[in-house]
């Protein structure tokens, strides 16, 4: 077939093309996640607005629900199923939890839709993981983690531009009061997350599951050679944490499962539905511009550079977002949002919106460096063990963000900020370590 034989033109190491089969494998999936997560993203994003301390405690749930799910659950799935069904199944977990906040749906049924899409997620993530390492190689890794996470962060843009248009039209009348428009927007959100299920059904093979004998997700190869077996248990997830190659990457699992929580749950309900939406869509855009800037330069230049650009912008933003809340006045605090995540009516002050935007703006890209990066180096550095190593990234930075969605609504920003750039700093020392006293996993196998 032409299809096999353009497989094995981009294996055997000719000249590159850019719409390759494996390429355009990573723009579907990329594009599948973008649209559902310009549902999921942004329903989290107004969680604490629309459900309050309960919506964030519900998001804790989900997220310990992930944790523990990567671990026992998830690699049985993928066991049964394929990277691609995996990725149905995951996606359509979703939809509960969207359409649990609907008003008419009873308080008692977010917790229990969290708990089922914290078992999506996981299925999800570690699928996605694996699908995009089977469509990658050691000489385009980072561009194609860089060409996903780019697309992906679009949702950051596009969710959030449409809640505010949404929000901007109910009169006045506060998002989280139960109100039609409230329910329209999550009904929407709903309806776009079937339409992304459906894409991933039409995920097309990789090209490790169109050459191998069996299709499950435990055969490993390396630049389409033959196939390994590899049989996952929950020891040998952490076991691998014997391994000194993956301790230097924890840190940047951690202060990413940090940030989902600060970013998407406390420092939007900080400044309020009124600017929220504006300010994520800012978020997203630069979010999106690091994601491809990290993917392309990392490749280039390596992965140390862009980590260290990463970590002085995230420490920028949490300094500006950090004094955005100092700056704000007795009144912003009464219009704004008290320390408590109750309000939903908000009317900050021009230069602590202007604060909070320029957070954004940094913080947007350290967030597309740090999850280019992350997932460069785990298939840099284990590309032969590559389900195994996901696996344990998704636990980590899924127990990581279901501890703190429950500490943020009691833990002050700045210790929450100090945590963070501990971290931060730590990832620079780590990863430094790693790209001197490791060699690259080669994807071609050798002979």
């Not at 033959?226 to 840190?251: C, E, M, N």
């Not at 977002?321 to 605090?333: K, L, M, W």
């Not at 620079?428 to 060699?439: D, H």
Request: overall charge negative; charged content about 10%; some cysteine.
């Amino acid at each position: 077939m032409e299809e096999d034989k353009y497989l094995i033109e981009e294996g055997g190491g000719g000249s590159e093309k850019l719409f390759t089969y494996e390429f355009v494998n990573v723009l579907h999936l990329s594009i599948s996640f973008l649209l559902l997560f310009t549902s999921y993203n942004t329903t989290q994003n107004l969680e604490s607005i629309l459900n309050g301390s309960h919506g964030l405690a519900s998001l804790g749930v989900l997220y310990i629900s992930f944790s523990l799910s990567s671990i026992l659950l998830a690699n049985t799935v993928l066991d049964l199923l394929n990277p691609r069904m995996s990725l149905v199944l995951g996606s359509f977990c979703y939809f509960c939890y969207i359409g649990g906040n609907l008003s008419i749906i009873p308080g008692a049924i977010l917790y229990v839709a969290a708990i089922i899409t914290g078992f999506g997620a996981s299925v999800l993530w570690t699928a996605q993981g694996v699908y995009l390492q089977q469509n990658s190689n050691d000489t385009n890794m980072g561009r194609h983690s860089g060409v996903f996470w780019s697309i992906f962060q679009l949702n950051s843009i596009v969710g959030n531009l449409i809640a505010q248009f949404v929000l901007n039209s109910n009169d006045g009348d506060g998002c989280g009061d139960g109100s039609l428009v409230d329910n329209i927007l999550i009904g929407f959100f709903a309806a776009l997350t079937l339409v992304s299920v459906i894409s991933f059904f039409f995920l097309r093979k990789s090209p490790v599951e169109k050459k191998s004998v069996s299709a499950s997700i435990n055969i490993v190869e390396e630049e389409w050679g033959a196939p390994v077996k590899k049989k996952l248990d929950i020891l040998s997830v952490f076991k691998l944490l014997a391994d000194l190659r993956i301790l230097h990457i924890v840190p940047m699992m951690i202060y990413i499962g940090i940030t989902v929580p600060v970013y998407f749950g406390f420092i939007t309900s900080r400044i309020g539905s009124g600017w929220s939406g504006y300010m994520m869509t800012i978020f997203g855009i630069f979010d999106t511009l690091g994601s491809v800037l990290a993917g392309q330069l990392s490749d280039k230049f390596g992965r140390l550079p862009v980590v260290i650009f990463g970590a002085v912008s995230s420490i920028i933003g949490l300094i500006l977002i950090f004094f955005a809340g100092v700056c704000r006045t007795s009144e912003d605090v009464q219009s704004c949002g008290s320390e408590e995540v109750t309000t939903t009516t908000y009317q900050c002050s021009s230069h602590v919106v202007a604060l909070f935007f320029a957070g954004a703006v940094m913080n947007g890209l350290a967030d597309g460096v740090f999850n280019t990066q992350n997932y460069a180096l785990i298939g840099d550095y284990f590309n032969d063990n590559a389900t195994t190593a996901y696996a344990l990234n998704v636990f980590v930075k899924s127990t990581t963000s279901g501890a703190f969605f429950f500490l943020i609504i009691w833990i002050p920003f700045a210790a929450v900020a100090g945590i963070m750039t501990v971290l931060v700093l730590l990832t620079v020392c780590t990863t430094f370590l790693l790209t001197r006293r490791f060699e690259k996993v080669s994807s071609v196998k050798d002979s």
